[in-house]
C-alpha cells in the first residue's frame, strides 16, 4: 500500500471536509428549492470514500454506487463544479442536468454511477469486473451499496457468479446500520452482513469505516487480491450517516443522542486530532483549509446558480435512435 503520511493525513483533511461542506451546501439550497427530487447525503461516510482512493490506482480503476453519489466522482476526479450544476439541472451538470441527484456519472473519471434502483449496482460491478477479466485489462471494480441493498437478491446472484469466474472486484456494503429507516437489527436474525460473503468462500470481514487508515488498509488487500487474479472480497464498512435517509425523512427511528455518540468519532475530527497531536500542521495552516475548503463551495455554488438550464429539446434528442422510426424527427447527442 501507498505509504500513509503527513500529506495523506493533510490531504484527507481537506478532502473530506470539502465533501461535508459541499453536502451541507446541497442541503441548504433543497430547503430553497433549487435542488429538486430526492437528496440522499453522505455526512459521516467519508472516510470510506477517503480510504478507497488512498488505495484505488485511479487511472484505472473504476467505481460504482447507489443513489447516495455527489461526493465520489469528485474524489475520482470529476470537477465539483459540474456536480452541484447536475443538482441543479443546469447543462453544465454531468449529464447536461438530465440525471439530477441520483444519477451522477462521469466515463471519463471512471465513476459508472449514480443508481436508483436499490442494488441495481451488484451486478453491474461485476459486470464491469467480467469485461476487464474478458479483454486482460489490469483493472478493479468497487462496487458500493448499502445495507438494504444487501439484502437484495441479485447480490448472490452477483457473489457466485464473481467467485466462479474470479472477478477483480471488491465489494462493499456502506453499513449505516438503517436500510432507510429499518435497523439491520431488524432485516435478518443476524447483524454480520460480511457473513454473507462466507457461504460463497469469499474473503470477507468488518472494517471500522469511520477512519479511513482502516479503509485503506482493507482496500489494499482486497484491490491487491482482485488484481493479482484471486477473485472478489467482501468488506462490511461499518459507518454511520448523520443526516436521514434522504432529506424528507424524520428519523423517527433513531435519537437525537445516538446521532451525538456516533458524531464523537466522526472521521474529520479524528484525522483533524492526528494531525494537531503530529503537529502536521499549525493552527493558521489548517484555517487555511478551512478557508480554501469555504471558497470552493462558494465557486460551486455560484457555477451552478449562474448556469443555464438545458433547452426542452435535450430531452427528446438523449435518447436511443431508430432510423425508420414514424413520428417526431430526433438525434442523439
Request: proline content about 4%; overall charge neutral; charged content about 30%.
Amino acid at each position: 500500500m501507498k505509504k500513509i503520511t503527513k500529506e495523506t493525513y493533510l490531504k484527507w483533511y481537506e478532502d473530506m471536509l470539502f465533501w461535508r461542506k459541499f453536502e451541507d451546501k446541497l442541503a441548504q439550497v433543497y430547503i430553497q428549492q433549487k435542488v429538486r427530487g430526492f437528496l440522499h447525503l453522505y455526512n459521516g461516510q467519508e472516510a470510506i470514500l477517503a480510504g478507497a482512493l488512498h488505495a484505488m490506482d485511479l487511472k484505472k480503476d473504476r467505481m460504482i454506487t447507489a443513489y447516495r453519489n455527489h461526493v465520489q466522482p469528485i474524489g475520482m476526479g470529476e470537477d465539483p463544479k459540474r456536480v452541484m450544476a447536475e443538482l441543479y439541472g443546469k447543462k453544465t451538470g454531468t449529464s447536461q442536468g438530465l440525471g439530477g441527484s441520483m444519477h451522477i456519472f462521469s466515463k471519463e473519471h471512471r465513476f459508472y454511477g449514480g443508481h436508483g434502483i436499490v442494488g441495481g449496482q451488484i451486478p453491474l460491478g461485476a459486470g464491469l469486473a467480467f469485461g476487464d477479466k474478458y479483454f486482460k485489462r489490469d483493472n478493479v471494480t468497487l462496487c458500493f451499496f448499502g445495507d438494504g441493498a444487501s439484502r437484495q437478491g441479485t447480490l448472490h446472484e452477483s457473489f457466485n457468479m464473481a467467485m466462479n469466474w474470479k472477478l477483480p472486484v471488491v465489494f462493499c456494503v456502506e453499513n449505516n446500520g438503517y436500510a432507510m429507516g429499518t435497523s439491520v437489527k431488524r432485516t435478518a436474525n443476524h447483524e454480520d452482513i460480511w457473513k454473507l460473503g462466507l457461504g460463497y468462500e469469499m474473503p470477507c470481514g468488518p472494517v471500522d469505516a469511520m477512519n479511513p487508515e482502516k479503509v485503506a488498509e482493507a482496500m489494499d488487500e482486497a484491490i491487491d487480491r482482485a488484481r493479482r487474479g484471486d477473485g472478489p472480497t467482501f468488506l462490511d464498512l461499518k459507518t454511520y450517516r448523520y443526516r436521514g435517509h434522504s432529506m424528507s425523512d424524520a428519523q423517527h427511528y433513531r435519537t437525537k443522542d445516538e446521532v451525538k455518540e456516533y458524531q464523537k468519532i466522526d472521521p474529520i475530527t479524528q484525522v483533524l486530532d492526528k494531525i494537531k497531536e503530529n503537529e502536521w500542521a499549525s493552527e493558521d495552516e489548517i484555517k487555511t483549509i478551512d478557508k480554501r475548503v469555504k471558497d470552493l463551495v462558494s465557486e460551486c455554488e455560484k457555477f451552478a446558480e449562474e448556469s443555464d438550464y438545458p433547452e426542452t429539446s435535450v430531452m427528446y434528442d438523449s435518447v436511443y435512435e431508430q432510423k425508420d422510426y414514424p413520428f417526431t424527427p430526433h438525434k442523439t447527442v
